[in-house]
């Protein structure tokens, strides 16, 4: 079975700070990705990688950095948190795009 | 411009109910692939189905079935004889051929969720 894992299940940081959240894959994926989900909005693609120390940006990347250093790790970097940033973040891996996409359980962060 | 619209927002049935999620994308490619996924309280996204897009046949599998329709780009979800824990959040997704030369690399648009709560 593929597993995606994600550091953290809940989070709550104050704003200003800086937060890493982690994603690591164990299925040899290519591909990684960071979505945000809130409610009435579905899932939003904040950034993705296609190779390792490669990265694109999605839809919504503002405030938002990543980095992969290795193929099974992709993070997630709030530089400076702030209140509209308190959300559900989804990890995901997959192969390439006619194949489904891996999610892990989310981590619901809190930014106060 | 690619888009996955899902316009039932919340959907409440009683258990052993038949229920129909629907979902309408938008593309200009021909090639193209439709996801659906489950996502339960739990929070953990779950693959349900791939569909590409030369392949309309309709598909069952147990108590779920889909129904593409290119001709109204829709791909539509059916849940027969519901069950309590059929109760979660269901998404519809794209992802498009970006072809040779491309980072082809499986974005998803997704669309908004339905929810579907089944009371017993």
């Known amino acids: 079975d593929v597993k995606v894992t994600q550091s953290s299940r809940y989070l709550v940081k104050r704003t200003g700070e800086k937060v890493f959240l982690e994603c690591v894959q164990d299925m040899d994926h290519e591909n990684m990705f960071w979505y945000r989900q809130d409610p009435g909005l579905g899932l939003r693609l904040i950034y993705f990688?296609?190779?390792?120390?490669?990265?694109e940006k999605g839809d919504i990347p503002e405030g938002y950095s990543v980095s992969r250093e290795k193929k099974e790790r992709f993070s997630l970097i709030l530089e400076s948190a702030s209140t509209n940033q308190t959300s559900m973040y989804l990890c995901?891996?997959?192969?390439?795009?006619?194949?489904?996409?891996?999610f892990g359980p989310g981590t619901r962060l809190t930014v106060t | 411009a690619q888009k996955v619209t899902q316009a039932q927002t919340e959907i409440s049935v009683v258990e052993k109910e038949d229920v129909t999620l629907d979902c309408v994308y938008e593309t200009r490619d021909t090639t193209y692939y439709l996801f659906w996924y489950k996502q339960p309280p739990s929070g953990e996204l779950v693959f349900l189905i791939r569909?590409?897009?030369?392949?309309?046949q309709n598909e069952i599998s147990g108590r779920y079935s889909w129904n593409f329709q290119k001709s109204t780009s829709s791909f539509n979800f059916t849940i027969t004889a519901s069950q309590v824990v059929d109760s979660a959040v269901y998404f519809c997704?794209?992802?498009?051929?970006?072809?040779?030369?491309?980072?082809?690399?499986?974005?998803?648009?997704f669309g908004q969720g339905t929810t579907l709560q089944v009371k017993p």
């Open positions: 990688s296609y190779d390792v120390k490669m990265k």
């Open positions: 997704a794209l992802s498009e051929d970006l072809g040779a030369g491309s980072s082809n690399t499986g974005k998803l648009i």
């Open positions: 995901a891996s997959g192969r390439d795009n006619s194949y489904e996409q891996y």
């Open positions: 569909r590409n897009s030369f392949d309309e």
